[in-house]
């Protein structure tokens, strides 16, 4: 909303504002009449500036952009807040899942049929262009993971990316959750929001696309794969890896494949719990960015106004000062 006000307000500051009327003095009564006033031609006129514009229009520009300047640098403070809660957590939640990707490898490029795409995006906007390179991310993925005999579904989590995902393939949109943010999310909230997921989509695959925090004008898509326990026992009976799992020994009345389930689910909720936490820092360390550009956006916009508003009062004072110097000299000459 204040970025899209200042645009507007540029859009208004540009706009032509002279008047179509330009002083003109009689050389041969110069001293006996005031300035006679003509119409200008458009080769004419004045540059764009100045000293028709009412000082009173550019007093209401000024008032404008300051206010979307202070807008603006309070989303600023705001965003910075949230980051330095976040930051520690997201941090901290990368111990988490390195261990399974050490155990159970990360394959990226195994060819799966059934495949879920799981986007996570922001519900709110100004936070630039993380959003966008989501769903660009998901949708490379999507048409790499489709095909006669393959088939790709979505998983959004967030409106922004439901929103521009819709455009295109909203038949595709297997199950759509936002407001992940209004409240502080904990890893018992993500793991029952995961076993959700997976009670009601069937995957061989599960794609985790995100936004991995680096720094705060920094951040990367990345994506994440988790493969379902019969796939892991396939790759790993066709001669794949599964990391360091093959090194260990099963002991107790399970399974391998019982153990893999339970791996997989756990592998899932973690990973998902990071990519919550990680895009979530993008978020806010790209709402300071965007933020902190339009504020000094607003700030030079508010110099061009004040220069152009001194250059108006100065035009109006010198142009009363002729009106006077003139009247003074009439008088003088009729005396």
């Given amino acids: 909303m204040a970025m899209a006000a200042l645009r507007r307000e540029g859009r208004r ?22 300035p006679s006033f ?33 807008i603006t640098k309070a989303m600023k403070m705001v965003a910075a807040s949230k980051l330095r809660k976040i930051q520690p957590r997201a941090e901290n939640s990368r111990g988490l899942w390195q261990p399974f990707t050490a155990l159970l490898g990360d394959m990226p490029s195994v060819d799966a049929k059934k495949n879920v795409i799981i986007t996570v995006a922001s519900d709110k906007g100004l936070c630039g262009g993380i959003n966008s390179n989501v769903v660009k991310l998901a949708r490379v993925l999507y048409q790499l993971s489709s ?12 409106d922004k990316a439901k929103a521009q995902l819709a455009r295109k393939s909203k038949d595709d949109i297997e199950l759509s959750i936002a407001e992940l943010q209004m409240v502080p999310l904990n890893y018992t909230q993500i793991s029952v929001l ?21 720094s705060i004008v920094s951040s990367v898509p990345t994506m994440a794969t ?48 990071n990519a919550v ?29 004040t220069l152009n508003y001194n250059k108006t009062r100065q035009a109006a004072i010198t142009t009363d000062l ?7 000299s009439a008088l003088e000459a009729n005396w």
Wanted: charged share 25%; aromatic share 6%.
């Fill in 147 to 158: 095909g006669p005999e393959k088939v790709a579904r979505y998983v959004v989590l967030g």
């Fill in 226 to 273: 988790i493969l379902s326990p019969e796939l892991v026992e396939k790759e790993s009976e066709s001669g794949g890896t599964l990391g360091e799992l093959d090194s260990y020994e099963v002991e107790g009345g399970e399974s391998k494949s019982e153990i893999l389930q339970n791996l997989t689910e756990f592998q899932f909720s973690c990973v998902l719990f």
């Fill in 38 to 70: 003509v119409r200008s031609s458009p080769e004419e006129e004045l540059p764009l500036g100045v000293r028709s514009i009412s000082t009173q229009v550019v007093r209401n520009r000024m008032k404008s952009v300051k206010n979307i300047q202070k």
């Fill in 194 to 214: 995961a076993d959700d997921i997976l009670k009601n989509v069937e995957y061989d695959a599960l794609r985790i696309v995100f936004n991995k925090f680096k």
């Fill in 13 to 34: 500051f540009a706009a032509p504002l002279l008047s179509p009327y330009r002083p003109v003095i009689n050389p041969a009564a110069a001293s006996a009449a005031a």
């Fill in 322 to 328: 002729i009106e006077i110097i003139s009247g003074k």
């Fill in 277 to 305: 936490l990680e895009n979530a820092c993008s978020e806010q360390g790209s709402r300071m960015s965007a933020m902190d550009s339009s504020s000094r956006n607003a700030g030079d916009m508010l110099q061009r106004l």
